[in-house]
């Protein structure tokens, strides 16, 4: 059946007087497999829908939930459960043939694996990159030696070591793994981006020895040639933490220079943990520390929530029991934040999340893992308030969709102007468009689009 993109209410959350709240926990699946630690969510099965990947610690299970496009997931046949101890998951195209594949490491038997998608979400086959990844944790996916081929880093947490496997563009990976660093003691989370700005991925590392733990800088020397090498900061991030579970490269004030996001867990009736952003001073990283009820910070992630072109930062709560278990701080520009804001106090041990526009409304949405109750769940990104003149946008439609050659648009009382962007965020067409008006797609390759009006709303279509 097609569809109509229904820019509404829930769609124009983008402008100055816009705010947001989320809908109470909805349960995707109650009983997940045991112990659910890590979840990745992207386009999996050719429709427009973001759909959710998650690995279970204890369970062994692999699992990927199908979105049924009306805030309900339908869970697929399993796509593993031969990895023990799933640690780490995420979605790339790693043999190019255009579709996310599966990554997953496996801390039990030190294995980092891949599983293609044949485009409709079938995961057939298990191809292991490495079985000798000694507590394969925390892996990092991107182009390290500059080929266009999508590599992967991983940390070897009993090993003291970080890796990295060169892909040769179509899923094959080196047998003999490449030593970023032999240094740190028990290296977990990680994460790759170009900090420094010359072409070439950086690693960023964080350790959980769960005493004296430090984050660290390796910058990559990537030679003309393609050959690689890492040299690690002299100064480091931080030292004398507790326990590092998530580091990511942010900007976080908006500088246009990548910051650091971390958390720390509390472990073993320790201090309670802490959300820390590191800035760069030109001399090392001035912490600061942000004020949670959460005791037990887990994964923290850097995203616009409430549509007003500042990403928020999201974070869940590690800790079991009674308490709020997930919070976001909302983004004022400059590197200041309002006081966090509670969506959920109902979950225990919410490790990890996954953010994306779940339903496709124009707002972000949330799921999580309970590790301690085996649940999924989801809560959607609601209530958004319009300025008065805003209005005129809230019963704008456009159709049909899935489209062969032409979108029309209707139900304005102004000229807008329309972008449309792929998968890569490439604009492909800008049109200005009256009520009643067409844009032809016609010559646009098949595949899923962003649509944005103004510059402002967006959603996604998807041409046939």
């Known amino acids: ?59 062994n299970t692999l699992e990927w939930y199908k979105n049924n496009g009306d805030n309900t997931f339908t869970i697929q046949p399993l796509i593993t459960t031969t990895l023990e101890g799933i640690g780490f998951t995420k979605l790339a195209d790693l043999n190019g043939d255009g579709f996310l594949d599966v990554i997953a490491s496996g801390y039990s038997n030190d294995s980092v ?51 990295w496997f060169s892909n040769d563009g179509t899923g094959t990976f080196t047998l003999d793994a490449n030593k970023i660093d032999d240094t740190l003691v028990n290296p977990g989370a990680m994460d790759m981006k170009d900090i420094d700005g010359d072409g070439d991925l950086d690693v960023l590392v964080g350790t959980a020895f769960y005493g004296s733990d430090v984050i660290e800088i390796f910058r990559n020397n990537l030679a003309i040639d393609g050959t690689v090498s890492f040299t690690k900061d002299a100064t480091s991030v931080a030292t004398g933490k ?49 004020t949670t009820t959460l005791t037990n910070p887990a994964m923290a992630l850097f995203r616009d929530l409430d549509n007003d072109g500042l990403n928020d930062i999201v974070l869940g709560n590690g800790a079991s029991g009674v308490g709020n278990d997930l919070v976001w701080f909302k983004n004022n520009g400059s590197g200041n934040f309002d006081v966090e804001d509670v969506i959920d106090d109902t979950q225990s041990q919410a490790f990890v999340l996954a953010i994306e526009d779940y339903d496709n409304d124009g707002d972000l949405d949330i ?13 959607e990104n609601q209530k958004i308030v319009l300025s008065v003149s805003d209005v005129q946008f809230q019963n704008l439609t456009i159709y049909p969709n899935p489209t062969k050659d032409y979108l029309t648009f209707e139900g304005f009382n102004t000229n807008i102007n ?44 998807i041409k046939k």
């Open 113 to 163: 694996a891949w599983y293609p998608n044949d485009g409709s979400g079938n995961f057939l086959t298990e191809n292991i990159i490495s079985s000798a990844v000694a507590g394969a944790s925390g892996f990092s996916v991107g182009d390290i030696n500059n080929d266009t081929f999508l590599d992967i880093a991983v940390t070897a947490y009993n090993n003291n070591e970080v890796l």
């Open 367 to 379: 799921a999580t893992s309970a590790y301690n109750q085996d649940a999924l769940n989801y809560f």
């Open 242 to 290: 507790t326990g590092m579970f998530h580091v990511s490269f942010e900007d976080i004030d908006g500088d246009a220079d990548l910051d650091i996001l971390a958390t720390e867990v509390s472990y073993g009736g320790g201090p309670t943990g802490n959300l820390y952003w590191y800035e760069d001073n030109g001399t090392g990283y001035t912490e600061t520390i942000f």
């Open 418 to 461: 329309v972008s449309v962007f792929d998968v890569l965020g490439k604009q492909v067409l800008a049109k200005n468009i009256t009520d009643g008006e067409t844009l032809n797609v016609s010559e646009l390759a098949t595949g899923i689009y962003t649509i944005k009006i103004n510059n402002q709303v967006s959603s996604k279509f």
């Open 1 to 59: 059946m097609k569809q109509k993109l229904l820019f509404g209410f829930a769609m124009l959350g983008y402008f100055a007087m816009a705010q947001t709240s989320f809908l109470p926990k909805a349960t995707i699946n109650a009983s997940t497999g045991d112990a659910p630690y890590t979840m990745t969510s992207g386009l999996i099965d050719g429709d427009a829908f973001p759909d959710i990947v998650i690995g279970t610690y204890l369970g």
